[in-house]
């Protein structure tokens, strides 16, 4: 089945979050480099970035933790990102992918905040959907059946195999995207990306890429056979 539209994760697949993650470490007053060696360590033995942020605040709540940040810090950067986060192959990435008469769009699992901040980067996306906004985050198939009813507003009549969903993790993106119907594509790149590649899991998705021009090579190759 011929794919006609893209759907891309937010977290390390179109925003490298290395500097949120820095800003997370300084908070919890953990050195970058035991913040960062620990959650690779974690994510290798199969646990969660967040199975990390345990071993360093016992009883870590990301919900609670976020609102009271927020709280004594409203008008700091936080967990916010901007352009500058964007990973350099985004623009000329969608470019290409546009020129293939490809419809773009975004969601992923992302506070509020995520939604306008994107919007204000005009990356010519037809939509923009966030896990906090819909109530529901990945890798419930709640928020897939969102996702399909978000790009079924861009481009009426699309088919579940028509969808390529793009993200750096088999756990939340690969298999729950496929379960849906979707095609997938797991790319290497973030705390996840290059550990979930080598994972027997990532064998299930339709391609391994390392970046979006490979991403977009391997679609125009796809939709020509």
């Given at each position: 089945m011929t794919i006609r539209t893209v759907v891309f994760d937010v977290g390390e697949t179109l925003i490298d979050e290395t500097r949120i993650f820095a800003r997370w470490a300084d908070r919890i007053g953990v050195p970058h480099l035991a913040f960062f060696g620990t959650i690779g360590g974690v994510i290798a033995s199969g646990g969660t970035h967040l199975d990390a942020f345990r071993l360093f605040v016992p009883g870590f709540d990301l919900a609670t933790e976020s609102a009271l940040w927020r709280d004594q810090d409203p008008d700091g950067p936080r967990e916010h990102f901007g352009p500058e986060d964007l990973y350099p192959d985004?623009?000329?990435?969608?470019?290409?992918?546009?020129?293939?008469?490809?419809?773009?769009?975004?969601?992923?699992?992302?506070?509020?905040?995520?939604?306008?901040?994107?919007?204000?980067?005009?990356?010519?996306?037809?939509?923009?959907?966030?896990?906090?906004?819909?109530?529901?985050?990945?890798?419930?198939?709640?928020?897939?059946?969102?996702t399909l009813d978000l790009v079924r507003e861009a481009r009426p009549g699309t088919e579940p195999g028509e969808i390529l969903y793009v993200g750096d993790r088999t756990d939340n993106d690969v298999l729950p995207a496929r379960a849906a119907g979707m095609r997938t594509a797991l790319l290497r790149r973030g705390l996840y990306g290059y550990r979930h590649a080598e994972h027997p899991d990532a064998a299930r998705a339709d391609v391994v890429a390392d970046d979006l021009f490979a991403l977009d090579t391997w679609i125009a190759e796809h939709n020509r056979a």
């Open positions: 985004v623009r000329p990435g969608f470019a290409a992918l546009r020129a293939q008469d490809l419809t773009l769009v975004i969601a992923g699992n992302q506070p509020p905040e995520a939604g306008p901040a994107l919007a204000a980067m005009d990356l010519g996306v037809s939509g923009i959907g966030i896990s906090d906004d819909w109530g529901v985050a990945k890798p419930d198939p709640v928020f897939f059946d969102r």
